[in-house]
């Protein structure tokens, strides 16, 4: 399950290997942004990936039902860099409502093995979420920066590191690294978040998928 999964920075890559690999898998992708959903779908297509197993919702995940606004500033586009003007699909300028899906919606409904988050702010509450839901999850990614570790984003990091206590942090401070982070370094983890603009971490309850995930990084190709 893919939280956050823009144009499909993740998902893709992951069902690809997948696919080519003859691993029987299904992504569930979720963005709120209505243009990253579409971008996705289109991706999915150019790179030959079955639509069977790939599912995309357009919606923001929270901690309860609700609605929200998108803000669109003029020339961004839906990556949040520079778009271009001329580009009728995008939507400058304007205010869209979104809907809110509680995650415990997903975590019940889906019970994914698999979670990654990226929701620009709450990842760490989300994850803490999923994790009390109690399914049989085996990797959690959350990205970390030094705002969502403020206040009680540090203790809800540690809760996250006593259930699944094998990390991979990516990107570069791990580049000469490749052993895998024990739970005793977790106050090292937030240090270095604190220190660089994002970090991914990737915890894993098993040791030996986290070993076996670890021989597939590639540092020099994120």
Known sequence: MDIGSSFG??????????????????????????MSCH????????????????????????????YTVLHFPKYASNMGSTGNKN???RLFNKEIPVAIVDIDFFT????????????????????????????????????????NLLNEGSSLLRLIAEEFPFLIPIPKYAENN?????????DEVIEMSNNTRKTNLFFFR???LAVKALSLVNYDNQ
Do not use: C, M
């Not at 150019?46 to 923001?60: G, H, M, V």
């Open 178 to 186: 490749r052993t895998l982070l024990r739970i005793r370094l977790v």
């Open 108 to 147: 019940k409904s889906f019970e994914p093995q698999l979670v990654k988050i990226d929701v620009e702010g709450i990842d760490l509450v989300l994850a803490s979420r999923i994790i009390r839901s109690n399914i049989a999850l085996k990797v959690l990614s959350v990205e970390v920066t030094p705002t």
């Open 206 to 208: 098993d040791e030996d």
């Open 9 to 34: 920075v993740w998902s893709l890559p992951f069902l690809k290997y997948a696919q080519t690999n003859g691993y029987h898998v299904r992504v569930l992708a979720v963005d709120a942004h209505p």
């Open 87 to 89: 580009d009728t699909r």
């Open 39 to 66: 971008d996705l779908f289109q991706n999915a297509e150019i790179n030959e990936l079955s639509s069977e197993k790939l599912s995309i919702i357009n919606a923001a995940v929270g901690v309860k039902n609700g």
